[in-house]
Every structure is written in C-alpha cells, then in structure tokens.
T-cell receptor, first 111, second 112 residues
Framework: NAGVTQTPKFQVLKTGQSMTLQCAQD?????MYWYRQDPGMGLRLIYY???????DKGEVPNGYNVSRLNKREFSLRLESAAPSQTSVYFC??????????FGEGSRLTVL | GENVEQHPSTLSVQEGDSAVIKCTYS??????FPWYKQELGKRPQLIID?????GEKKDQRIAVTLNKTAKHFSLHITETQPEDSAVYFC???????????FGTGTRLLVSP
C-alpha cells in the first residue's frame, strides 16, 4: 500500500514553460486535492475533485488546470509557469472522513 | 469565505513543558477542526481532530479544545519531547471537507 504518490519530487522550470505534476492514490478514496505550501502561508487549496469526473476550484486556482483521469489519478498542470508558482505542491486524498492523506510533496522552482 | 488565524508563529519550550497553540476561525458554519503535524521535509499528518458537537478531545499527551461561541480552538501538548518539534497547522472545515482552510502554521521547538 503506497498511499499517495507524487511525481516528480523536484523540478526546475524557466518562466513560460509548462509541466504536469502527477498524483496517484491506491486507497480507493473518492476525494483528491492539490495544495501549495509557501513559507508563512500554510497550505492553500488549488483545486479539488470530490469524485471521478468532477473538479472544482479552491482558494488559488489561477494559472493551474487539473484532470481527474480516473479514481486513482489527479494531475495538476501549469501551462505557462511563473516565478510566483515557485512552491512545494502537495497532493492529498480523503476517504470522506475529513482526514487528508498527503503525498511527499513536489518542490517546484520557476526561474 | 472561511479565514483561519493561528498563533503563535513560533514557540520554543523546554522538554517537559506544555505547549499551547491557538486558532480562530470566521465562518460559524465550520464544524470540523483538524490539527496536522509536519516534520522538517516531510508531509503533513493528522494528529487529532474535533467536531463541533464536542468541546474537548484527548489522545495521550495531546488535546484539542473548541469554543464555538468564541470561534476558537486550541491544541495542547503536555510533557513535550524533542520529537514534538515540528510545524503544526490548524484547519477549519464546513459542509463538505473539501472546504478545509488551513492556518499559517506554528513552528514548535522543544529543547532538551
């Protein structure tokens, strides 16, 4: 049981480049989330998916897109990366109890 | 929307002392209040949570209290140990846990 797996763990991009962060969970959870973590700002919700086939915006969705490919996978895409998107990104899933199970995080630097 | 404030931002205690972290929230509809611990370079993990139908919950050395009237909740850690050193986040959620909003975190340092 791997839990929540994110790739890549580290990535450096130039401004304007695009990339996709991948996330997969093997716990059969319906809900999945993408958060970003910045110093002094806690965890902020980017997008979430309450179930396969549905996605909704969180607090800070601008500059991001998501795809809930199936029940296991939830990807986050940056179409044109900006320095303000330098952050640590966490994927999480939830068995509808409220408890979030986080991945290990992906550290993204945009130059 | 919900707004969660967390204090203090840093807290230093001696091993064996107690530590208290406080959070306030703005949305009276919030009814779920979890606390997460994040060790350096690791993922956040749930350590305790409380729902609005109870005022206090304990799990060994940690406890959480909730005052719905005042819209604040607190994490209490007794007999602190060096391994308690981490960043602690509170959060508040309402209808549908998808609406969970996090505080900005408290860095707890426990010195031997």
């Amino acid at each position: 049981n791997a839990g929540v797996t994110q790739t890549p763990k580290f990535q450096v991009l130039k401004t304007g480049q695009s990339m996709t962060l991948q996330c997969a969970q093997d716990m059969n959870h319906n809900s999945m989330y993408w958060y970003r973590q910045d110093p002094g700002m806690g965890l902020r919700l980017i997008y979430y998916s309450a179930s396969e086939g549905t996605t909704d915006k969180g607090e800070v969705p601008n500059g991001y897109n998501v795809s809930r490919l199936n029940k296991r996978e939830f990807s986050l895409r940056l179409e044109s990366a900006a320095p303000s998107q330098t952050s640590v990104y966490f994927c999480a899933s939830d068995p509808n109890t409220g408890e979030l199970f986080f991945g290990e995080g992906s550290r993204l630097t945009v130059l | 929307g919900e707004n969660v404030e967390q204090h203090p931002s840093t807290l230093s205690v001696q091993e064996g002392d107690s530590a208290v972290i406080k959070c306030t929230y703005s949305d009276s509809a919030s009814n779920y209040f979890p606390w997460y611990k994040q060790e350096l370079g690791k993922r956040p993990q749930l350590i305790i949570d409380i729902r609005s139908n109870v005022g206090e919950k304990k799990d060994q050395r940690i406890a959480v209290t909730l005052n719905k009237t005042a819209k604040h909740f607190s994490l209490h850690i007794t007999e602190t140990q060096p391994e308690d050193s981490a960043v602690y986040f509170c959060a508040a959620g309402g209808q549908g846990f998808q609406k969970l909003v996090f505080g900005t975190g408290t860095r707890l340092l426990v010195s031997p």
